[in-house]
């Protein structure tokens, strides 16, 4: 089944309903130039709530690479995603099981440079390029680009990007993702989630005949 990761999330209440949603995974902004960011203590007031079985995301951009194991340690992270133009070796350090590493590819011709992130990475999570952002965007980019990603790399891939309620169960059908990742495509306004969208969202993702 396909898994689901919240992004984005600020406050314990988000936290709990999309855990109760469903959620398989939630994402936690550190990157202080994010409208949605989030400082460790306060992810550690979170993490510390909820249920082992939830994997917890530190999502980081060119952020100071032994500050990252610092924060995953204090705040309870399982995994670093690595937003940004972190390298081979940044990932290496930071350690295979725990990096996702993204990319947020402007065409076809990028798709190479994944490969060699495949032996350093546990998962690819491909997002929207945008001049103007990192992430969070609501903006989809071509699943075809997706599709080719997946036939070319053997760990598992996450597509994020755009996705919400509307169109969640097409990305599904055309890329075959291990998950889909979804940030605003869920929210009342950057940082708080609409709990009905959360709920029908994750619903969509692993009910078949919904
Ligand atoms: O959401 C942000 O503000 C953000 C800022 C900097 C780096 C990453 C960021 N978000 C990362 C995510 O994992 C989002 O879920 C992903 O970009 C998809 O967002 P959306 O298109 O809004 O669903």
């Known amino acids: 089944m396909v898994r689901v990761k919240i992004c984005g999330i600020t406050n314990l209440e988000d936290a709990l309903q999309a855990v109760e949603s469903g959620a398989d995974v939630l994402g936690f902004i550190m990157f202080k130039g994010s409208k949605r960011y989030i400082s460790p203590k306060e992810v550690r007031n979170i993490t510390k709530n909820l249920p082992p079985f939830i994997a917890k995301v530190g999502v980081f951009v060119n952020e100071d690479r032994a500050s990252v194991l610092e924060i995953l340690s204090y705040a309870g992270l399982d995994f670093a995603q690595l937003h940004g133009d972190e390298t081979v070796n940044y990932c ?96 009342e306004e950057p940082g708080r989630k609409n709990h009905n969208l959360v709920r029908d969202f994750i619903r969509a993702v692993k009910c078949n005949s919904c």
């Open 92 to 187: 290496k350090y930071i350690g295979k099981e725990r990096v996702i590493k993204v990319f947020r590819l402007k065409s076809e011709n990028e798709i190479a440079k994944i490969k060699e992130f495949e032996t350093v990475s546990k998962a690819i999570l491909l997002d929207t390029y945008s001049e103007k952002s990192y992430g969070g965007t609501g903006k989809s980019f071509d699943w075809k680009i997706a599709v080719k990603v997946k036939e070319s790399i053997s760990i598992p891939l996450i597509l994020s990007g755009g996705l919400n309620l509307n169109n969640v169960k097409e990305a599904i059908k055309t890329v075959e993702p291990f998950a889909v990742d979804v940030c605003s495509g869920v929210e």
